[in-house]
């Protein structure tokens, strides 16, 4: 079992919907968490990180984290065409800086 | 702040040459650094732990002896990939994070796309 596991998609929702991402991880002991934003053909750039459950909100992103059920969202609202990417979700482990991937959620936004 | 150079963007080389790729961090400094791979449609693959002063930790199945790391300085990590191979061609993309807290985030170089011939 991979130790964050996302659903790769696409997802696609129609401009100025809320897009909904969800990652499970399977690490109990994982702390914290981190949203990272992948357009085609460029490197990652972070958008959020949680530590906390509950919700952080940050614009129109909002991170849920949920330590007993073991699994963490991004929302997006009012989702526009540029939002258009693919979405990782990443935890450390093996070390705080050694940090796991997940596959990643492709996400589409549809003018 | 946490701004990540990475050099050169791309490179195109012929089989059997041996290409460098230079990662720094601009405005701190970066004990450990991670070098990443990532295929066409797959996510970042983790390929070694670069520690300033001290060799490389690399991922299970990731050649040392084919692609050396330096870590020379608190800012500098060099990545080769020798005697590369068509097969080699991918996006290589470098990292590191402020601290070595857990909540210290990641903070990636633009990549290198690399194209063997």
């Known amino acids: 079992q991979k130790e964050v596991e996302q659903n790769s998609g696409p997802l696609s929702v129609p401009e100025g919907a809320i897009a909904s991402l969800n990652c499970t991880y399977s690490?109990?002991?994982?702390?914290?968490f981190f949203w990272y934003r992948q357009y085609s053909g460029k490197s990652p750039e972070l958008i959020m990180f949680?530590?906390?459950?509950g919700d952080k909100e940050d614009g129109r992103f909002t991170a849920q984290l949920n330590k007993a059920s073991q699994y963490v969202s991004l929302l997006i609202r009012d989702s526009q065409p540029s939002d258009s990417a693919t979405y990782l979700c990443?935890?450390?482990?093996?070390?705080?800086?050694?940090?796991?991937f997940g596959t990643g959620t492709k996400l589409q936004v549809i003018p | 702040g946490a701004v990540v150079s990475q050099h050169p963007s791309w490179v195109i080389c012929k089989s059997g040459t041996s290409v460098k790729i230079e990662c720094r961090s601009l405005?701190?400094?970066?004990?450990?650094m991670f070098w990443y791979r990532q295929f066409p449609k797959q996510s970042l693959m983790l390929m070694a732990t670069?520690?300033?002063?001290?060799?490389?930790?690399?991922e299970q199945g990731v050649e040392k002896d084919k692609f050396l790391i330096n870590h020379a300085s608190l800012t500098l990590s060099t990545l080769t990939v020798t005697s590369a191979h068509p097969e080699d061609s991918s996006f290589y993309i470098c990292?590191?994070?402020?601290?070595?807290?857990?909540?210290?985030?990641?903070?990636f170089g633009n990549g290198t796309r690399l194209t063997v011939t």
């Open positions: 405005d701190f400094q970066a004990t450990t």
């Open positions: 990292s590191a994070s402020m601290d070595s807290s857990y909540n210290s985030p990641l903070h």
């Open positions: 670069s520690n300033e002063g001290s060799k490389a930790t690399y």
């Open positions: 690490d109990r002991g994982s702390q914290s």
């Open positions: 949680i530590y906390s459950n």
């Open positions: 990443a935890s450390p482990s093996g070390g705080y800086q050694k940090v796991t």
